[in-house]
Nanobody, 113 residues
Framework: QLQASGGGSVQAGGSLRLSCAAS????????VAWWRQAPGKQREVVAR???????NYEDSVKGRFTISRDNAKNTVYLQMNSLKPEDTAVYSC?????????WGQGTLVTVSS
């Protein structure tokens, strides 16, 4: 139902844009969050988007990451700028509302110093 993509390897200071594309559900009807899990660490929420102008970010990514929707493409994006080695993790997207919860597979982001 959710397809996450866009991960890769970049140097510190670089940028990546992750995509979370939905099929079978209408993402605009869901709150969508990007999660990440770094090796040896617990999974954490990086960014969340509710309504079109309701966004929340984990403190360490504020000012660097931007979550957004493209309802025409049924996709949620995570634009990641000024990447740091500590951003290295597997990133996954999650869509949730009262009807249920859906997860995309992870996409690996590796940031080298």
């Amino acid at each position: 139902q959710l397809q996450a993509s866009g991960g890769g390897s970049v140097q510190a200071g670089g940028s990546l844009r992750l995509s979370c594309a939905a099929s079978g559900i209408t993402l605009s009807n869901y709150a969508v969050a990007w999660w990440r899990q770094a090796p040896g660490k617990q999974r954490e929420v990086v960014a969340r988007i509710g309504g079109p102008f309701t966004t929340n970010y984990e403190d360490s990514v504020k000012g660097r990451f931007t979550i957004s929707r493209d309802n025409a493409k049924n996709t949620v994006y995570l634009q990641m700028n000024s990447l740091k080695p500590e951003d290295t993790a597997v990133y996954s997207c999650n869509a949730v509302n009262s009807d249920g919860s859906y997860w995309g597979q992870g996409t690996l982001v590796t940031v080298s110093s």
